[in-house]
């Protein structure tokens, strides 16, 4: 089974600011580009292992083909719900809930 594990602190380690921004919108595009970088194996451990630069950046995506290929397995109803989980994750960048993110 293909499973996530969407997170805010997820969404600002793997994510760019243009990702982040078209996620906020509903961007289409952003989301199904984001998405993959949520996936998780069965030790779940992420599947795309993200390189950062210096200053924190997202600058390289390993395994990115491999979770892309996972993401033909999900069905139009289980991407609505990970779309707006995705969403929640964004948002929550500069607006935690209460509590903190």
């Known amino acids: 089974m ?18 982040y921004i078209g996620v ?3 961007n289409l595009g952003s989301q199904m ?3 993959p970088k949520m996936l998780i194996d069965e030790k ?5 292992k993200v390189t950062q630069n ?10 990115m083909d491999k979770a892309n290929l996972a993401m033909e397995g999900i069905g139009i109803k289980r ?13 929550n ?5 209460s509590g903190g993110a």
């Open 2 to 19: 293909i499973k996530f594990k969407v997170s805010t602190e997820r969404f600002i380690e793997a994510c760019t600011m243009t990702e």
């Open 33 to 35: 580009k984001a998405l």
């Open 54 to 63: 210096e200053d924190g950046d997202p600058i390289e995506f390993e395994n």
């Open 79 to 91: 991407f609505e719900k990970l779309r707006k989980e995705l969403t929640e994750a964004a948002k």
């Open 44 to 48: 779940g451990e992420y599947v795309v």
């Open 24 to 26: 906020v919108v509903g």
């Open 93 to 97: 960048i500069v607006n935690p809930p």
